[in-house]
């Protein structure tokens, strides 16, 4: 069975305050796909990033950067600078890669509340 | 490029009424995903398709719940019939492929009194 942990609930900060959401995975799969996604307040759900499981290496995007580490099955998500824009609720997923019906199916974390106070 | 269309956008109905949410995924996509939020589940998975053909409906609550993909643009979720506990929000997603980044349509807010 695959899970994803978000474990940070809620975090609030001050604008340009540097901030880190975390997840955990949980998978059986030796190939599997781990993406982020971020919903803001007006519902929809906005693709961020999408990393496979033989690639480690960091990756960094603007202000956001994500830190991949397979020995603690990590997938952390760090925002520079934050914005009043970035208040969101970000998912973290994970994607089996070893085939049979699971193959492909998104399991979610249960999401990260970011509040950005100016 | 357009991106995942669902309709309607909101729904309200009364419970015991039948409901269809529709979708019609990004051209050149593949596979197509309906998801439900809640607030006590979360996002969770109901049914995918694969070349318009079912693979997996093991999330599908219960026999109330039905899908189909008659072509491979447009894509139906129907509920009959409806109980309050189906208020949620239903997203449809598509991918290229089952391994493909899935993309979100925006979603049906659907309320059932």
């Known amino acids: 069975a695959q899970k994803v942990t978000q474990a940070q609930t809620e975090i609030s900060v001050v604008e340009k305050e540097d901030v880190t959401l975390d997840c955990v995975y949980e998978t059986r799969d030796t190939t599997y796909y781990l993406f982020w996604y971020k919903q803001p307040p007006s519902g929809e759900l906005v693709f961020l990033i999408r990393r496979n499981s033989f690639d480690e290496q960091n990756e960094i995007s603007g202000r956001y950067s994500w830190n991949f580490q397979k020995s603690t099955s990590s997938f952390n998500f760090t925002i520079t600078a934050s914005q009043v824009v970035d208040s969101a609720v970000y998912f973290c997923?994970?994607?089996?890669?070893?085939?049979?019906?699971?193959?492909?199916?998104?399991?979610f974390g249960q999401g990260t509340i970011l509040t950005v106070h100016p | 490029d357009a991106g995942v269309i669902q309709s309607p956008r909101h729904e309200v109905t009364e419970m015991g009424q039948e409901v269809t949410l529709r979708c019609k995924p990004i051209s050149g996509h593949n596979s197509l995903f309906w998801y439900r939020q809640t607030m006590m589940r979360g996002l969770e998975l109901l049914i995918y398709f694969n070349n318009n053909v079912p693979i997996d409906d093991s999330g599908m609550p219960e026999d109330r719940f039905s899908a189909k993909m008659p072509n491979a643009s447009f894509s139906t979720l129907k509920i009959q019939p409806s109980e309050p506990r189906d208020s949620a929000v239903y997203f449809c997603?598509?991918?290229?492929?089952?391994?493909?980044?899935?993309?979100f349509g925006p979603g049906t807010r659907l309320l059932v009194l």
């Open positions: 997603a598509s991918s290229r492929n089952r391994l493909e980044t899935q993309y």
């Open positions: 997923a994970l994607s089996a890669a070893a085939g049979g019906t699971s193959y492909g199916k998104l399991t």
